[in-house]
């Protein structure tokens, strides 16, 4: 997905609203609106509708190098089209596309799956190339996973079905974790309590990036039995904000409200002692006194001293780090994977702590992605003794 600045071709146009809200659109070459797809950005909330904008644009820029057009295009152009892009597909899927670039991971080939099939069902709706959306009809078997999000799962019988979405392969079970001992040096080298409480959160909360850099002061609730009623030992809310100076936005998206001048609601996340710790030092010793924003993470330098910090700050911060401390590349979702292992690890196995714990949306992802069997484990050398008729 290219997010440069685009002459001559489609391309995507990030709008700000007049209440700081941030919505994304599809121009045309010249500069028109592209009609359709505009249509069907505005029915998508703002984080879905800047990842299907920007994978939809690659999409409609390849519908004219094939000689098609979202009114002609057939079924089996899209299963090419996915081909190009990186799915397996039997057959010719056409010219060399997207020359010099690597192609779709899996999981954004399913993205790249679901914003077809919204972008044309939704054209068919207004009478557009109904036959293609027709296709897109189909229905599966639910999975446990599937029953497991739904209220009535245990009833249901189907489920939406797509069918250019690839065939799902079982992630990897060892994440890429940070380097050994990162934390340790992290902290030593940093000189801000700012950047010390960065490291620090990440490793002891598992947060993501844009959970920690959406954070307001509002949402910590850093004390016994809090007034939000809703855990008695130190915590966090995590909420989704539409309007964060920083454009930062959560992922999993909980109802919250604010009764009382108290936010309820949101993703909870237990604190550690040494997160309260490090929110204090950085509290009492850098926050900017006059902040009106109400943010966590500000810059503490420069022309954007006291604004709200952003997560590419955060990332970049992370990066340099790493390799001027010689301990290779460190990102922060690194962090998470530590944590969802460690976690999962010191439950037995029990995916379930796991899951809430981190703030995943299913247990079964937590299974897949981190559940492992140490293979010198007593226990396990013991089980495969006993196949082998050896003593343990």
Same mark, same amino acid.
């Given at each position: 997905? &290219?997010?440069?600045?685009?002459?001559?071709?489609?391309?995507? *146009?990030?709008?700000?609203?007049?209440? =700081?809200?941030? #919505?994304?659109?599809?121009?045309?070459?010249?500069?028109?609106?592209?009609?359709?797809?505009?249509?069907?950005?505005?029915? +998508?909330?703002?984080?879905?509708?800047?990842?299907?904008?920007?994978?939809?644009?690659?999409?409609?820029?390849? %519908?004219?190098?094939? =000689?098609?057009?979202?009114?002609?295009?057939?079924? @089996?152009?899209?299963?090419? @089209?996915?081909?190009?892009?990186?799915?397996? /597909?039997?057959?010719?899927?056409?010219?060399?596309?997207?020359?010099?670039?690597?192609?779709?991971?899996?999981?954004?080939?399913?993205?790249?799956?679901?914003?077809?099939?919204?972008?044309?069902?939704?054209?068919?709706? %207004?009478?557009?190339?109904?036959?293609?959306?027709?296709?897109?009809?189909?229905?599966?078997?639910?999975?446990?996973?599937?029953?497991?999000?739904? %209220?009535? =799962?245990?009833? *249901?019988?189907?489920?939406? #079905?797509?069918?250019?979405?690839?065939?799902?392969?079982?992630?990897?079970?060892?994440?890429?974790?940070?380097?050994?001992?990162?934390?340790?040096?992290?902290?030593e080298d940093f000189k801000t309590a700012r950047d010390r409480m960065v490291v620090t959160w990440l490793d002891d909360g598992g947060f993501r990036i844009g959970e920690l850099a959406g954070m307001h002061v509002i949402d910590l609730h850093l004390r016994q039995n809090a007034s939000c009623g809703e855990c008695s030992s130190a915590h966090v809310h995590i909420c989704h904000r539409e309007t964060n100076v920083n454009r930062s936005r959560v992922k999993t998206k909980q109802?919250?409200?604010?009764?009382?001048?108290?936010?309820?609601?949101?993703?909870?996340?237990?604190? &550690?002692?040494?997160?309260?710790?490090?929110?204090?030092?950085?509290?009492?010793?850098?926050?900017?006194?006059?902040?009106?924003?109400?943010? %966590?993470?500000?810059?503490? +330098?420069?022309?954007?001293?006291?604004?709200?910090? !952003?997560?590419?700050?955060?990332?970049?911060?992370?990066?340099?780090?790493?390799?001027?401390?010689?301990?290779?590349?460190?990102?922060?979702?690194?962090?998470?994977?530590? /944590?969802?292992?460690?976690?999962?690890? #010191?439950?037995?196995?029990?995916?379930?702590?796991?899951?809430?714990?981190? =703030?995943?949306? !299913?247990?079964?992802?937590?299974?897949?992605?981190?559940?492992?069997?140490?293979?010198?484990?007593?226990?396990?050398?013991?089980?495969?003794?006993?196949?082998?008729?050896?003593?343990?």
């Amino acid at each position: 997905m &290219s997010r440069g600045t685009v002459i001559g071709d489609l391309r995507v *146009q990030e709008i700000r609203r007049r209440d =700081g809200r941030i #919505a994304y659109t599809i121009m045309e070459p010249g500069g028109p609106v592209h009609v359709v797809a505009d249509s069907f950005l505005r029915v +998508c909330d703002v984080g879905t509708a800047r990842t299907y904008a920007y994978l939809l644009v690659d999409h409609l820029r390849w %519908l004219p190098y094939e =000689g098609l057009s979202p009114e002609t295009v057939t079924f @089996y152009d899209l299963q090419r @089209y996915m081909g190009a892009v990186g799915a397996e /597909f039997s057959g010719p899927f056409g010219q060399p596309w997207r020359e010099g670039k690597k192609p779709y991971r899996q999981s954004t080939l399913g993205t790249a799956a679901a914003a077809l099939k919204g972008f044309y069902v939704h054209q068919g709706k %207004l009478g557009i190339n109904e036959a293609v959306a027709g296709e897109f009809g189909g229905t599966r078997l639910p999975t446990k996973a599937d029953r497991n999000r739904a %209220l009535l =799962g245990h009833v *249901q019988r189907e489920m939406p #079905a797509n069918k250019l979405r690839p065939k799902r392969v079982v992630r990897r079970r060892h994440p890429k974790l940070p380097p050994e001992g990162a934390r340790e040096v992290l902290l030593e080298d940093f000189k801000t309590a700012r950047d010390r409480m960065v490291v620090t959160w990440l490793d002891d909360g598992g947060f993501r990036i844009g959970e920690l850099a959406g954070m307001h002061v509002i949402d910590l609730h850093l004390r016994q039995n809090a007034s939000c009623g809703e855990c008695s030992s130190a915590h966090v809310h995590i909420c989704h904000r539409e309007t964060n100076v920083n454009r930062s936005r959560v992922k999993t998206k909980q109802d919250w409200v604010i009764q009382d001048g108290v936010v309820q609601g949101g993703t909870i996340r237990r604190a &550690s002692p040494a997160m309260v710790h490090t929110y204090f030092e950085y509290m009492t010793t850098e926050y900017p006194p006059d902040a009106t924003h109400g943010m %966590l993470l500000v810059n503490l +330098c420069g022309p954007t001293a006291g604004l709200p910090w !952003s997560t590419d700050s955060a990332r970049r911060l992370l990066k340099r780090a790493g390799y001027r401390l010689e301990l290779g590349l460190v990102k922060p979702h690194m962090f998470r994977h530590q /944590f969802g292992s460690a976690v999962l690890d #010191a439950a037995d196995g029990n995916a379930m702590i796991a899951r809430d714990a981190g =703030g995943w949306a !299913s247990a079964q992802t937590v299974e897949e992605v981190y559940g492992h069997t140490d293979i010198h484990d007593p226990a396990f050398v013991t089980a495969l003794n006993t196949v082998w008729g050896e003593p343990s």
